[in-house]
């Protein structure tokens, strides 16, 4: 058996898809350990995993959209996070003797403490950009993020970008999504890694009207913030379908005013527990909440924000899967029509079910768990 170090932000999306991973290779007998926020990491794993803690020090919010947010994404929190976490990275490689680490992609002290020392890595690839590099065509700001990482004493020796590993990168997604892409063969395309978490927030199951069509609202946790505007407007649009639809909203109860009568409002829901029930999901588009609902095959209607959004809701629309609103100016009319749409046209749902079932043969946490180990030395 081999022994497995993974290393992760304490970023729900990010978590979860290693998580699930993780738990493949220790249901298989290997060891697992994990270097990340201990309290943020156990409040998502649970108490069982082992955790070489890192500390957690608060980063700046990140409010901007479209290329400042990419800015902010990588001042105010990827690289002050690695220089913050690599001392304790390093220590734990030397105390744990990982035969593999596990590098997300957003963690890049993980990518430098490997190769400091020896050890094999490979990428986790939980968001399209870094997967797709969009910013290939805006050269100017590939090489601006390629010079913070330099300037940051990130960068490793022998040429290799610490965001995307030499050995292995694994995407939680599949070419139906991604559609036809030349990915290196050290890629491995492998559908969302899906698997039981350590909590589940309660929830009133008794509240779902079964003579209406469930859609679920989540604009993400990191949007709390910048979708306070967004609520209002959505909440005008389920008025409008308040005969026939009922939502679950993510959100705190501040943030959705008044909204029709039998919507269920909480700061945090079942996702995976809610999929079977749904019938849409209306989102930010980021990859994990996307992901989560073609695998059940629900279609979406997005309305991205920032990061790496515009681009998934693009590989939505092109799969036929769903409807792209404008987060900051679409209308409670135009967002009703869009609900409308795909709840009203059967293409929209086949078009979910055919990436639901190219994920499924994609193989997901277990696929990714034995690529994982085959990158392990062999005794």
């Not at 609103?325 to 009319?333: E, I, K, L, N």
């Not at 979910?352 to 180990?373: I, K, Q, T, W």
Request: proline fraction near 9%.
């Amino acid at each position: 058996m081999s022994r497995f170090l993974f290393v992760a932000p304490p970023l729900a999306g990010h978590v979860y898809a290693a998580g699930a991973v993780a738990g493949v290779l220790a249901r298989r007998g290997h060891e697992v350990a994990w270097a990340g926020p201990e309290s943020a990491l156990r409040r998502m794993l649970g108490d069982g995993v082992t955790v070489f803690s890192t500390g957690m020090r608060p980063y700046r919010g990140q409010r901007d959209r479209g290329l400042r947010a990419a800015r902010s994404l990588w001042e105010g929190f990827v690289l002050p996070y690695a220089r913050f976490t690599l001392p304790a990275v390093e220590k734990a490689i030397a105390e744990f003797a990982p035969d593999v680490v596990a590098v997300d992609q957003h963690a890049l002290a993980g990518a430098v403490a490997a190769h400091r020392h020896g050890v094999r890595w490979a990428s986790l690839a939980p968001q399209s950009m870094e997967l797709t590099r969009p910013f290939r065509s805006l050269p100017e700001v590939e090489r601006w993020i390629e010079r913070r990482i330099a300037n940051a004493g990130l960068s490793i020796g022998d040429g290799a970008d610490p965001r995307f590993s030499p050995h292995l990168v694994l995407a939680f997604t599949s070419p139906a999504l991604t559609g036809p892409y030349d990915f290196p063969a050290h890629y491995a395309l492998v559908g969302p890694a899906l698997g039981d978490r350590a909590t589940a927030p309660d929830f009133p199951w008794d509240a779902l009207d079964p003579a209406r069509r469930s859609v679920l609202v989540t604009m993400g946790t990191l949007a709390e913030d910048v979708a306070r505007d967004f609520f209002p407007r959505m909440v005008g649009a389920l008025r409008m379908l308040e005969g026939r639809v009922q939502a679950v909203v993510a959100a705190p109860p501040t943030a959705v005013p008044d909204p029709p009568p039998g919507t269920v409002v909480l700061p945090q829901v079942p996702v995976l527990e809610l999929m079977p029930r749904l019938s849409a999901v209306v989102c930010h588009a980021g990859l994990n909440t996307v992901c989560e609902a073609l695998a059940h095959g629900v279609p979406l209607v997005v309305a991205p924000i920032k990061h790496d959004q515009p681009v998934t809701a693009a590989q939505v629309v092109a799969a036929g899967a769903g409807v792209r609103v404008r987060f900051g100016r679409s209308g409670a009319g135009e967002l009703a029509a869009a609900l409308a749409a795909v709840l009203d046209e059967p293409g929209y749902a086949a078009a979910a079910g055919r990436v639901r079932d190219s994920f499924a043969a994609a193989g997901g946490a277990p696929a990714a768990a034995s690529h994982l180990e085959l990158l392990a030395p062999r005794p």
